[in-house]
Structure formats: C-alpha cells, structure tokens
T-cell receptor, first 114, second 115 residues
Framework: QQQVKQSPQSLIVQKGGIPIINCAYENTAFDYFPWYQQFPGKGPALLIAIRPDVSEKKEGRFTISFNKSAKQFSLHIMDSQPGDSATYFCAASKGDTGFQKLVFGTGTRLLVSP | DTGVSQNPRHKITKRGQNVTFRCDPISEHNRLYWYRQTLGQGPEFLTYFQNEAQLEKSRLLSDRFSAERPKGSFSTLEIQRTEQGDSAMYLC?????????????FGPGTRLTVT
C-alpha cells in the first residue's frame, strides 16, 4: 500500500538546470510534507518541509510547491550543481501528537552533470 | 561527531542466525524511530520509542523482530531466525521531542545481508 507516489524514478540534468521531482499522496489526513536527501552510504537528511496551509516554501536553492486540492507537491532545485547528485525522497506524516511516522515515496535518483 | 550513530555498519549473516543492531541517538533526544529501507525504495517505519516506552509498532515488525530502549538511551533491534527477505538497510532516527514536527535526524544505517 503506497500512500505517497513519487516520480520520476531517475533524472539527469545539466549543471544550472532546474530538476523537478513530483509526489502525490492519498491520505488527506497528512499535514506535514518533508523532502529528504540521501547520499550513498548515508542516512536521509532533511532538506525542506511544508505544511498544507501554504502553497510554496523556499529555502536557499530548494523550493517546495504544494497543491492541496490535487494532493500533490513537488521539489524544485534551482541552479543545480554536481554536488546535488543524490537520491531525493518525499515523505508525509499526520498528527500533532509528536509521534511522526514518516511515509516515504520510492525516491528519485538525481544526477547533475558538470 | 554528535549525530546518530549505528553499529555495525554492515552485517552479513546466514539464514537462520540471530542478529542485533545498536542505535545511539543524539544526546537528550527522547524520541527514537527505526525504519527499514530496501534497495530502490524509501524507508518504511518499523517502530517508535518515547524515552524507554515502545509506543508504536508497524505490522512489518513480525514476531521475529524485537526492539528495546533500556533507560531511554540507546536502542537495539534484534532479528531472530533471519530470512533472506530481511536483507535491507536498517535506519535509526531520533528527535528532541519538545515540539511536534521536529526534524528526525537519521543515522547512517546498518546494512544487513542474509545469505
């Protein structure tokens, strides 16, 4: 049962390009949507997160766009660099009790060519 | 390094053997999570501790799996009678727990290979 669907599975862009990774969710109770970056041999690291009361959030070169009615959100990486080459995961969770079971997408392997 | 640490980083075992992994969370983090990540997939939630209490378990956590967090510090995840399907990366994450939505800091994981 995949509650968060992520696409594309892999992506190649040239340096300076703007890769876009998309995610769609099913559970309308989700109210927290983070993006994680994972390098080989490392654990996932939080990049940026959004709540459904805003449609866009920017942090540095990373932007999340959120469409609540479509139940979709996406990650844009501005001026991408070879160092951004990694696997990116979207995730979602629900509830304000403090316990956050993150439900992850299947990941997008990004390669930024020099 | 004051991040989440996990040991061992790699474990190769034969089917049927028992294995135990350890997670040391960031000091003073009172919430600890275990996830499992198979090749080409995102992490999947296994279990959650608040201090020493195990408050949530996924149905993925069969009776061959047991997790503990004695004294609310480090945590161990034991798999008994390992099967080839248990081969995966086992990730631990911790959070401070003072506010909702605080960031989950992940460790580097333990990669298990069952032959």
């Amino acid at each position: 049962q995949q509650q968060v669907k992520q696409s594309p599975q892999s992506l190649i862009v040239q340096k300076g390009g703007i890769p876009i990774i998309n995610c769609a969710y099913e559970n309308t109770a989700f109210d927290y949507f983070p993006w994680y970056q994972q390098f080989p041999g490392k654990g996932p690291a939080l990049l940026i997160a959004i709540r459904p009361d805003v449609s866009e959030k920017k942090e540095g070169r990373f932007t999340i766009s959120f469409n609540k009615s479509a139940k979709q959100f996406s990650l844009h990486i501005m001026d991408s660099q070879p160092g951004d080459s990694a696997t990116y995961f979207c995730a979602a969770s629900k509830g304000d009790t403090g316990f956050q079971k993150l439900v992850f997408g299947t990941g997008t392997r990004l390669l930024v060519s020099p | 390094d004051t991040g989440v640490s996990q040991n061992p980083r790699h474990k190769i075992t034969k089917r049927g053997q028992n294995v135990t992994f350890r997670c040391d969370p960031i000091s003073e983090h009172n919430r600890l999570y275990w996830y499992r990540q198979t090749l080409g997939q995102g992490p999947e939630f296994l279990t959650y501790f608040q201090n020493e209490a195990q408050l949530e378990k996924s149905r993925l956590l069969s009776d061959r799996f047991s997790a503990e967090r004695p004294k609310g510090s480090f945590s161990t995840l034991e798999i008994q009678r390992t099967e080839q399907g248990d081969s995966a990366m086992y990730l631990c994450a911790s959070t401070l727990g003072h506010v909702p939505r605080d960031e989950q800091y992940f460790g580097p994981g333990t990669r298990l290979t069952v032959t």
